[in-house]
């Protein structure tokens, strides 16, 4: 499974953007497709995951309420909206993707083994 992030890019505080993630390979609808961000000199931390088949979306608290997750398993895509950004949400936010993750796992980033090469998301103040 190859993923491709795009839709980064700079805004300000309280702005939006919409990242994309598009999978090729594989059957898309049968993966589990999740956001984690890396912000400079952090870890990588889990943002928002939509389980396989679209039955289930799930956020870490800090994207509750202002970030949503959708999918097109017709086009293969995954979309995370991110509204009333924040400085503290710039980052470089990564797709990854997994047939096999399960529901306790979905926050680990050992739990994917597939990611697209990231796009940066710079919220200025």
């Known amino acids: 499974v190859q993923l491709q992030a795009s839709g980064g890019g700079l805004v300000q505080t309280g702005g939006s953007l919409r990242l994309s993630c598009a999978a090729s390979g594989g059957t898309f609808r049968t993966y589990t497709i999740a956001w984690f961000r890396q912000a400079p000199g952090k870890e990588r931390e889990f943002v928002s995951a939509s389980r396989r088949g679209g039955s289930s979306t799930h956020y870490a608290d800090s994207a509750k309420g202002r970030f949503t997750i959708s999918r097109d398993n017709a086009k293969n895509m995954v979309y995370l909206q991110l509204n009333s950004l924040k400085p503290e949400d710039t980052a470089v936010y990564y797709c990854?993707?997994?047939?096999?993750?399960?529901?306790?796992?979905?926050?680990?980033?050992?739990?994917?083994?597939?990611w697209g090469q990231g796009t940066e998301v710079t919220v200025s103040s």
């Open positions: 990854a993707s997994s047939s096999t993750v399960i529901l306790s796992a979905l926050r680990l980033e050992g739990a994917y083994a597939y």
